[in-house]
């Protein structure tokens, strides 16, 4: 059973329009929410770290919010350079998950000008 | 401060040969961690060590052996290579268990 889901699984935006990745996790005891910016050929680059429902955190274009079910990235005025694979990972709070980070499997971004 | 590293960048091994790829970091963390990555799918754990002189298996560990080395060193061994093992293999590294973990750039490994 799939700990976290993102959709969509592609998304191509044109410069400037804005939208929004999805994050979808059924881990019990939530310990924390991550999301992470993955270039081609690199390992994954740490955004945002979420721990309850109504939290955001925020890094220039991009705006992370969480529920008790999801998160989003938020993605205002997209540029080029945004242009990326986002991952999203949640960790576990108790018996088998308890510590462990489940990844999904990303949304890969692609921003044309 | 050059974060995680990663050797090799890239390997290609014949089924059955061995190899340990080498991880370290320079960020004073206690916890450090394998993954594999494969098409299609998340990042998976093979193995972690939450402080040095501990390892423990993860999502994935048949296949693999780890050592702990120090506090900076955290290597992954394949002690007889198969195809399946054909992966993006990263290294991470976190202050403690429960905060955010840094990636290193990942080795290629390719097993024919």
């Known amino acids: 059973e799939d700990q976290v889901t993102q959709s969509p699984e592609a998304l191509r935006l044109q410069e400037g329009e804005s939208s929004s990745l999805n994050c979808s996790y059924t881990v019990s005891g939530l310990r924390g929410l991550f999301w992470y910016r993955q270039d081609p050929g690199k390992g994954p680059e740490f955004l945002f770290t979420l721990y309850s429902a109504g939290e955001e955190k925020e890094k220039e274009r991009l705006k992370a919010t969480l529920t008790k079910k999801e998160s989003f990235l938020h993605i205002t005025a997209p540029k080029p350079e945004d242009s990326a694979t986002y991952l999203c990972a949640v960790r576990g709070g108790r018996g088998s998950t308890l510590g462990r980070l489940y990844f999904g499997r990303g949304t890969q971004l692609t921003v044309w000008p | 401060n050059a974060g995680v590293t990663q050797t090799p960048k890239f390997q290609v091994l014949k089924t059955g040969q061995s190899m340990t790829l080498q991880c370290a970091q320079d960020?004073?963390?206690?916890?450090m961690y394998w993954y594999r990555q494969d098409p299609g799918m998340g990042l998976r754990l093979i193995y972690y060590?939450?402080?040095?002189?501990?390892?423990d298996k993860g999502e994935v560990p048949n296949g693999y052996n780890v050592s702990r080395l120090n506090k900076r060193e955290f290597s992954l061994r394949l002690e007889s290579a198969a195809p399946s093992q054909t992966s993006v293999y990263f290294c991470a590294s976190s202050e403690r268990s429960s905060n955010e973990q840094f990636f290193g750039p990942g080795t290629r490994l390719t097993v024919l």
């Open positions: 060590s939450a402080s040095e002189g501990t390892t």
């Open positions: 960020m004073n963390h206690n916890s």
